[in-house]
């Protein structure tokens, strides 16, 4: 069971972190309103998006920080003496 969940946060790993870097990625246009790429329904600068970048933010730290930090500790830990 170990050996799967490890391929299978591996396996997300990529998509999981290129979803939370695209909250981050806002377009203006010429009136000053700004939009996101990755859902223009989304203004930017309304509280909608400002508790996405927050979730975000957070997950940064869990998710592709967190699992090479997490596969670091493993392999240290089962290292030759």
């Known amino acids: ?10 396996i997300t790993l990529p998509t999981t972190s290129t979803s939370l870097f695209r909250m981050f990625h806002c377009y203006t246009l010429d009136t000053g309103e700004r939009y996101l790429i990755a859902d223009p329904s989304i ?7 400002s508790g996405y970048v927050g979730f975000a933010v957070i997950m940064l ?7 090479p930090l ?7 830990q089962l290292r030759a003496p």
């Open 43 to 49: 203004d930017c600068l309304s509280s909608t998006h």
């Open 61 to 67: 730290f869990v998710y592709p920080l967190g699992t």
């Open 1 to 10: 069971f170990f050996a799967a969940a490890l391929m299978v946060s591996f």
């Open 70 to 76: 997490l596969y670091a500790a493993l392999l240290f």
